[in-house]
């Protein structure tokens, strides 16, 4: 739309100090109580477990999973608003992020925990099963 504007574009999880930085806008996770800015709520986020064809034939609390380090607390999240009995699995494999995750998952390392808006072209694809439900992150 602006052919005239360079942008660009770098990725991080650390608070970023639009005072200060070279920055004139950030995309944040989060329930939106930042005082002092503007923001605008973008999407609300979703939680399904997906894998691979065939990785994950066992019951939900056998599953190895892939978790992304940057959001360990989503597995205890979607199980408990899923209902699931006991605790989540925790076997598996340490990504740093979701992205690391999701390619893992392609590659059949495990079950991974996303948004359905990252998963929704695999599943259709046959790339990715789903393997519970879809359930909506509420932020708190």
Do not use: K, M
């Amino acid at each position: 739309a602006c052919p005239d504007v360079d942008l660009a574009i770098t990725t991080t999880q650390r608070v970023i100090d639009l005072d200060h930085e070279d920055v004139d806008c950030a995309i944040r996770h989060g329930a939106g109580q930042w005082g002092g800015l503007r923001f605008r709520l973008l999407f609300r986020e979703t939680l399904i477990p997906v894998a691979a064809p065939g990785v994950a034939e066992e019951g939900a609390r056998d599953w190895r999973t892939v978790r992304a380090r940057s959001r360990f607390h989503d597995w205890p999240l979607w199980w408990r608003a899923t209902g699931q009995a006991g605790e989540p699995p925790d076997r598996g494999i340490v990504v740093e992020n979701r992205a690391q995750a999701l390619e893992a998952a392609l590659a059949g390392a495990g079950v991974v925990l996303t948004d359905w808006r990252y998963v929704e072209a695999p599943i259709a694809s046959g790339r990715l099963i789903a393997l519970g439900p879809v359930s909506d992150l509420a932020e708190g």
